[in-house]
């Protein structure tokens, strides 16, 4: 089974700090995404990225940049959090498409309160 | 630019009744993918099922079926007898094949309570 893992389920931090959300697949997997929930909105995409080193801007890249250093792993990295980065943050993985045709295998979550 | 949309907010069915959930989906792709996925209370996200906008006979997964009109642009997804573990969020979404590792087109989500 493809296994998708985050590093925190709850993390609580202030305004302004550096925060960084881990996500780690065990199916080397080309393609991994970082989602972003919100009641009422369903699941906007922030960033993707198809290969180590390479991303690309999703939906609503402002305020967020990315990492992906190794194939199994994608950090989302907040340079200054702010109370509207307040969310519940998905991961997850897929194997190389064209496009998303792909099954999506989604992490646990984390959600991220920000004061 | 591809969009997603499910009307209902919020189904209520009696456990081993039959269940439909609306999704409307709008996109400028030729070739694309449609899915249903199932978000349980505190739990992981899973595809309940996937369907190839090129193939014409409906997707199925044991009591999970779709009906699927190309032409409407309508993914509806169909629970028979339905189970208490059933319940949770359910998101349509919507991918493209235009080239690259773009992310899902996702709807705002069904919430789906099953009735004991």
């Known amino acids: 089974d493809v296994k998708v893992t985050q590093s925190s389920r709850y993390l609580v931090k202030r305004t302004g700090e550096k925060v960084f959300l881990e996500c780690v697949q065990d199916?080397?997997?080309?393609?991994m995404f970082w989602y972003r929930q919100d009641p009422g909105l369903g699941l906007r995409l922030i960033y993707f990225s198809y290969d180590v080193k390479m991303k690309e801007k999703g939906d609503i890249p402002e305020g967020y940049s990315v990492s992906r250093e190794k194939k199994e792993r994608f950090s989302l990295i907040l340079e200054s959090a702010s109370t509207n980065q307040t969310s519940m943050y998905l991961c997850?993985?897929?194997?190389w498409g064209s496009g998303s045709t792909d099954t999506q295998y989604f992490g646990p979550g984390t959600r991220l309160t920000v004061l | 630019a591809q969009t997603v949309t499910q009307s209902q907010p919020e189904m209520s069915v009696q456990e081993a009744e039959t269940v439909t959930l609306s999704c409307t989906y709008d996109t400028s792709e030729s070739d694309y993918y449609l899915f249903w996925y199932k978000q349980p209370p505190s739990r992981q996200m899973i595809l309940v099922i996937r369907q190839e906008a090129y193939k014409q006979q409906n997707a199925t997964e044991n009591r999970f079926s779709v009906n699927f009109q190309k032409a409407a642009k309508s993914f509806s997804l169909k629970i028979s007898d339905s189970q208490l573990g059933d319940a949770a969020m359910y998101f349509c979404?919507?991918?493209?094949?235009?080239?690259?590792?773009?992310?899902?087109?996702f709807g705002k989500g069904t919430h789906l309570i099953i009735q004991p």
């Open positions: 979404a919507s991918g493209g094949s235009g080239g690259g590792a773009d992310g899902l087109t």
């Open positions: 199916m080397d997997h080309e393609n």
């Open positions: 997850a993985s897929s194997l």
